[in-house]
């Protein structure tokens, strides 16, 4: 059965940014291409003149998401799917037998920003499967892969996936470890007015173990390591400033328990300066 990397379209700049994405990746993958368009429209059958006007507007959109992709890598395989049901549905749907999900982000306002109100992040929440959230305008300028680290198991497919899409793209790679210390921590370094070094030994300990075995499996590539004592999310977003592609882990939590709890890969997709891509262990 052929993999297959799925990008939804809208006719917007967003997700035209996507759909170049989402093409580039298909064909580095040897995948085919999904480019698919959701309606919303599951209900509106008791008007079929309607239906017929949605859908003869999905298939022209299609048609010109499709010479586009083509335009972009003209080997692809393109497969094309009008969906009835919302785009953060039909995307998760589809996560469960793509190999990757690509899909666009704009901009976002403050009460959206405080509801996870966008596409990008539905998506992400539910996805079986890794997801592209490509910022518009980003495009594909920016050099080098930025993946972020902790002790989780969602870290190391992370920086799996990272490398991976490093060597690839002939980027360098940079892995950066950012940790904040428990309150319990950062009180007793500011009673004996030090820093705590047995903290700063464990977190370097993290950050070698991320690493373990890159070496040998990607000799040529360029490994940049950064260890910083701060807030792991906007560090990767500073980090992540004049980067192509930022890589994070998703902690591993499906749905509605992934978007209230927050994470660093929360504020990272909705806050993100370039692409980013969240992964699955």
């Not at 239906?51 to 890598?73: H, I, N, Y």
């Not at 395989?77 to 995307?91: E, F, M």
């Not at 539910?126 to 305008?137: D, T, W």
């Not at 980067?243 to 978007?259: D, E, F, N």
Request: one cysteine or more.
């Amino acid at each position: 059965m052929s993999r297959t990397v799925v990008v939804g379209v809208e006719g917007t700049e967003s997700s035209s940014d996507a759909l170049v994405w989402a093409a580039h990746e298909a064909a580095a993958r040897y995948d085919e291409l999904e480019i698919v368009h959701a309606t919303g429209a599951r209900y509106a059958a008791l008007d079929p003149a309607r239906d017929e006007d949605v859908t003869r507007r999905a298939e022209r959109l299609l048609g010109e998401a499709t010479d586009g992709a083509l335009r972009v890598e003209p080997n692809l395989t393109v497969r094309r799917v009008i969906s009835p049901s919302t785009p953060g549905v039909t995307l998760t749907e589809a996560s469960e037998r793509a190999a990757l999900v690509v899909v666009g982000c704009r901009p976002l306002g403050l009460v959206e920003r405080a509801f996870a109100g966008s596409l990008a992040y539905q998506v992400v929440a539910g996805s079986h499967c890794p997801v592209l959230v490509v910022p518009r305008a980003t495009g594909t300028q920016g050099s080098g892969v930025v993946v972020g680290v902790d002790a989780s198991e969602d870290s190391i497919a992370a920086v799996a996936h990272a490398a991976d899409e490093a060597d690839r793209l002939g980027q360098e790679l940079t892995v950066v470890h950012a940790w904040k210390e428990p309150m319990s921590d950062a009180v007793l370094g500011s009673a004996l007015d030090s820093y705590d070094e047995a903290i700063e030994e464990r977190e370097r300990v993290v950050l070698a173990e991320s690493l373990a075995g890159l070496g040998e499996r990607y000799p040529d590539l360029v490994v940049n390591r950064h260890l910083v004592h701060r807030e792991p999310a906007q560090t990767l977003l500073d980090f992540a400033r004049t980067a192509r592609l930022l890589v994070v882990g998703s902690r591993g939590r499906h749905g509605v328990a992934r978007m209230l709890l927050g994470s660093v890969s929360h504020t990272v997709v909705v806050h993100a300066p370039c692409p980013v891509l969240v992964v699955r262990p």
